[in-house]
Structure formats: C-alpha cells, structure tokens
C-alpha cells in the first residue's frame, strides 16, 4: 500500500495492487475512515483553544463550535506546521514549551531555559537551533534616570536573572549587589525600585502552522 502526503491515508494503487494482503487493505481502510471522520469533525472555540505540539498541514479546517452572527464558521491552516500559542508577557514558562513568534515570523521555538518573559518582545533569531534570551535589556548605569518598564542586567555581563524597574527613579552611585537578591523579589537602587527575574532562553526548532478565519457570518 501507499500512504497518501497530506491525511497519511493508505490506499492500494496500481503499483502495489499483486503484494496488497486483502485484510490489511480492510483494516487500513477503516483507519481511513476514522482520519477522514476526525478531519470533517475537527472543531474549536479559539485557534487558541487547540491543543499545541499537534502537525497541521496547509488546508487543514477547523470548524466554530460556537457559530454566530459576525463570527466566522471556521479557520483553515494555511502555513502548515507545529500549532503553538503566541508569546505571553509576565508569564512564566518551563523547559519544553513552545510558542510562536510576536509579531509572527512563521517560526516554533522552544524554552530551553526556564524563566519568565518580559514586558516587551524579544528579537525572535531566525535561524534553527539558534539560541537568544527572552529579554532585551542594556548594563545597569549609576546615577540614570530609570522610567517603569525599564529593563537592566549587571555590569557582570551575566544575563541569567533581569531587574525590571517598577518605580522609576534615578539610581545609586554604587551598583546593587544583584546576586543577594531573590528571584521576584524587589530592592531599592537609589530611588529606583527593581524587581528580579529569571532570564527565558528561546531557540527556533521549526515551523509553526498558521490559521485564518473563513466564511464570515451576515
């Protein structure tokens, strides 16, 4: 038997019809049936309601559960991939989890380190199995004017924990000594309030799928 590129469907063609076995061929057309039952039947709330890390193929449909005027009767894929949720701001993540680029870019990436993300996208690396943190931030400057969102990393180098200002304020002539500080936990840098958190460390492993709504409801 053949197996079809698009629903992995076994079917018997002209080629493979002499060495085809009758009861496998009745068993693997049932199967056929079952994908193409769950393939009609496929149905959401929300592309966000999907289950992630599932393979979606271009032209892949999902229909609305909930129907109703000036929605949309369903989504089909059309950029086939892994399906991920979008990056989440102040969200905790662990090694595993996978999500798609904001603003998307057509790429899957996965936490290898755990940590949470910032206020702000990162720059989302391109390039597979390239690695980049979460955070966009610059070296901790004495005696600057720090404004609320503001993100800084130790003179050190060290980009494994962030401090994220949430009072603004200017800061002290001597640096904070960062590393007796708690993770999530806030201290006070001159009149500026930071708080600690661990850095997320993404990398591209693929492609994400892409839905779009079709057949709008007047």
């Keep these: 038997m053949e197996t079809t590129t698009k629903l992995d469907l076994k079917i018997v063609t002209e080629a493979t019809f002499e060495q085809d076995d009758i009861k496998e061929t009745i068993i693997n057309y049932g199967g056929n049936f079952t994908k193409l039952e769950q393939y009609l039947k496929s149905s959401t709330q929300s592309i966000e309601d999907l289950n992630e890390n599932i393979f979606y193929s271009i032209g892949h449909v999902i229909w609305n559960k909930t129907p109703a005027i000036g929605s949309h009767i369903g989504w089909v894929a ?11 701001t102040n969200k905790d993540y662990i090694v595993g989890e996978l999500i798609k680029a904001v603003p998307d870019n057509g790429g899957l990436y996965e936490c290898v380190v755990d940590g949470r993300s910032s206020t702000t996208s990162p720059t989302f690396l391109t390039g597979l199995n390239q690695e980049f943190y979460d955070t966009n931030g610059i070296n901790w400057r004495r005696e600057y004017n720090y404004e609320v969102a ?33 993770n999530g936990v806030t201290s006070i840098d001159g009149s500026v309030v930071w708080r600690k958190a661990k850095t997320i460390k993404w990398k591209r492993i693929g492609s994400s799928c892409e839905f779009r709504p079709f057949g709008k409801i007047e």
Excluded at 150 to 163: A, L, R
């Design 150 to 182: 503001d993100i800084v990393y130790p003179t050190n180098g060290s980009k494994q924990y962030y401090y994220i200002c949430e009072t603004a304020g200017l800061s002290s002539t001597v640096e904070p000594e960062w590393a007796s500080i708690q």
């Design 78 to 88: 059309t950029r086939e991939g892994i399906h991920a949720k979008s990056r989440k």
